[in-house]
């Protein structure tokens, strides 16, 4: 009997690092690389969905540089050909429907507007990314400048 | 026994009726012989035409093959594998053997090494894609077709973008695929004089 009762006690101490993780593990983010025994096959999550709905979305600042809201898949950017550009350049605007790029981009670092898009703004997914339905693994505490300025929760 | 002896006794051997065979074996015999000609022919064919085929040779496994790799005629969810005849080789029977007429002309660039580098490969790139766009331009996109019809294109299930365009341009027949979808299946050379199918501006030309 004595014994029994031992065995189980054993079998519960040891189970209790995989219970307490298990709870905890319901709701905390999911970290890609998180602890989990090297030589354990860990099956990666399905890749998620990009967004290319082709809607705007609200910028969380005024000079944040807007979301890419469409596929972008193989499009190249290179010396030889600026994809984005075949759509978004002053001239190709009219003929693909697309914003036009605004002047920020067609100015050097003095400010002096050049006749067409300045080198430091060549490479838009430098700034410009598209997006994913992917859950973000941590939370986001950003307040635009509306919520600061309203002063209820933020602007101390 | 002069060669103008062994001709005739040869023509009279070909011309006299067969004694041992009948003439149903010697039909059939004929037409089995044909089959498997225009068979061995057709294979050698077939082989040509396959993309192991097109790879044996660097110049196309190293510069084009990797970059299609990459690309979603390669890997896609829907598992659809685009192969190099599949946008390279028409399928039509006489269009196919005027290709292979023309495929000599590469066999005779291996021989001679022109483009035994990946710099002399995209130093000619250019040429190479026009040659491309142009056929593709004058036969109205035909490999694309094969797989992609506009007929059974449904715009309400592609985003926007992609279903304006194609009404605009494409319904109207203003333009055909490869106007627009270039360098989808391998990377671009210089496009400075090459405007996208929307506009008709080159780069260079500002």
Not at chain 2, 63 to 90: M, W
Not at chain 2, 119 to 137: G, I, P, Q, T
Request: proline share 6%; glycine share 6%.
């Amino acid at each position: 009997m004595k014994i029994r009762i031992l065995l189980a006690a054993f079998a519960l101490v040891a189970a209790l690092p995989v219970l307490v993780a298990g709870a905890g593990a319901a709701d905390a983010p999911k970290l890609p690389s998180g602890p989990h025994p090297m030589v354990q096959d860990v099956p990666a999550d399905p890749m998620p969905r990009e967004i290319v709905d082709d809607v705007k979305r609200t910028r969380n600042y005024a000079d944040q540089p807007p979301l890419i809201p469409h596929a972008i898949r193989d499009y190249q950017l290179d010396l030889n050909v600026n994809k984005c550009l075949t759509c978004h350049d002053r001239k190709n605007s009219e003929g693909a429907q697309a914003p036009m790029i605004s002047i920020t981009h067609f100015q050097d670092r003095d400010g002096q507007a050049l006749g067409a898009v300045s080198p430091r703004r060549y490479f838009c997914t430098q700034c410009h990314v598209p997006q994913t339905d992917a859950r973000p693994i941590t939370g986001n505490m950003f307040k635009d400048i509306d919520t600061v300025l309203r002063g209820k929760e933020g602007g101390k | 026994m002069g060669i103008k002896d062994f001709a005739v006794r040869c023509w009279r051997t070909f011309s006299r009726p067969s004694v041992h065979f009948s003439l149903g074996f010697l039909t059939l015999g004929g037409f089995l012989a044909g089959v498997m000609f225009w068979g061995g022919f057709n294979t050698a064919l077939e082989t040509t035409n396959k993309e192991a085929f097109c790879i044996s040779c660097h110049e196309m496994k190293e510069n084009v093959y990797e970059e299609l790799k990459q690309t979603i005629h390669f890997t896609n969810r829907s598992g659809v594998r685009a192969t190099c005849p599949d946008c390279h080789v028409p399928h039509n029977w006489t269009d196919k053997i005027a290709r292979k007429m023309q495929a000599s002309k590469e066999v005779w660039g291996k021989i001679f090494g022109t483009i035994d580098t990946r710099e002399k490969f995209l130093d000619k790139r250019l040429e190479l894609a026009s040659h491309e766009w142009n056929r593709l331009k004058s036969n109205n996109s035909l490999e694309c077709r094969n797989c992609h019809s506009a007929e059974s294109m449904d715009i309400t299930r592609q985003n926007p973008r992609a279903a304006k365009m194609h009404e605009t341009y494409l319904f109207t027949d203003q333009k055909t695929c490869i106007d627009c979808h270039k360098g989808i299946a391998h990377r671009l050379p210089d496009m400075r004089d090459v405007p996208p199918g929307w506009t008709g501006i080159t780069s260079s030309a500002q």
